[in-house]
């Protein structure tokens, strides 16, 4: 490996990475990881044990676990999710402040250019810029969702939320083109989700530098937004999974179920749904039940990640009787999938998502059009961009029914409008593609990043 810019008297620069220990949140910060080692910083993760990740699968970097103190079996409901996110920001603050100093002194301090952290770590953002050590920021979400949070408390003082039922369809003339339900929401604590985003911002505003998993083409204007709200560097270095792609099977919490290629490889071209509703996201017995049957009376072939968790009430994930006979030969079922491949592969024609930020730009990269049942958080928003900015998809809302579901897929998969949404996913496709090459939007910004990095 070239030494390159990134070296002190022939020593290689460091970056420190801590991600949150979540897996839309691990996969990008991995893949920013990959990035910066192929410029030549050597590379350390900090890590909680919640969620650790397998240091033999990435044997070029170095691990620092944090205790946390934590136990038990990982949250469900969004709202413990968010208490949890905040508890592991208390527990590991001290650990962390002993860790990160350790590291210091190890290093001679000029080799160290800064540590990356993910934005809902505030307290560790706080140790880092105790210690004196340059501290750069990695928001996961769209550049809309930031700036959601950032308009948080001008969006209370109008009384946009909290959200009221009667006011859902409302435009949110501050920012267009959401409503009041597209607005970041986690569960029914609205005093969590202002802690948690109040937090976000804090960490943001608190860093040298905010770095995001978005595209210039496919965000420009919010882009411009957050710029001039922010005034700090803000890097669009997106879609991350493009620059890195070995990282998604490297970072992945639960074992990728490969043999679904292959089940791919035996079906004509753009012909299969698939479905997935991302790490978190919960569905009811009766919406699966529902989903099931939708899928079965829809004829369309598919294949369906269904992981161990997905119905969180009574921990019991069973699909219904009678649904492996009615759809035999014409549909898998797996518990994770190598997302990406699956994507990328010709068989896919369409993408029934939770609309998390991860999967709507790797779906947007390979030109799949979506068909989104957002479920909280941020997903709302990615919904309303699919469905009515960049026209590639569109939401499944209100009660979930057979009937409906049935329709929606036909309409995505063998109907013509789902085939104008194919085709303007496969213009965002090339455009994805031209942003990450080495004159594009992300190939420079990325060439800043490492330049404000290495001169902070
Ligand atoms: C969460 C939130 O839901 C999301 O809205 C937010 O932007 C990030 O945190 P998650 O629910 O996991 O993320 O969704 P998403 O952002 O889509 O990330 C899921 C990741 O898991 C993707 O990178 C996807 O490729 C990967 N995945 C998913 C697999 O590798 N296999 C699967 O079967 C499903």
Known sequence: MALGGNAVAGRRRHVLLFPLAYQGHINPMFRLAGILHGRGFAVTVFHTHFNAPDPSRHPEYRFVPVPDGMSGPAPVAIEDVVSHILALNTACEAPFRDRLAAVMEEYSRDDVACIVVDTHLLSMVKVATKLSVRTLVLRTGSAACLSCFVAYPLLIKRGYLPVQESELETEVSELPPYRV?????????????CKLLERVVGAVKASSGLILNTFDALERRELVKLRRDLAMPVFDIGPLHLFSPAAAAESSLLRQDRSCLKWLDARPAASVLYVSFGSLACMSAR?????????????VPF???????????????????????ATRGRGMVVEWAPQEEVLRHAAVAGFWTHGGWNSTTESVCEGVPMLCRPHFGDQMGNARYVEHVWRVGFEVAGALERGGVEAAIRRLVTGSEGAQMRARAGELKKVAKECTGEAGSSGLAIGKLVDHMLAL
Do not use: C, N
């Open 303 to 325: 294949l369906w990640v269904v992981r161990p968790g997905l119905v969180a009430a009574d921990g019991l994930t069973r699909l219904p009787d009678g649904f492996e006979e």
């Open 287 to 299: 919406d699966l039940v529902e989903t099931a049957w939708g899928i079965a009376g829809s004829g």
């Open 181 to 193: 339900r597209d607005l970041m929401q986690l569960g029914r604590r609205h005093d969590l989700t």
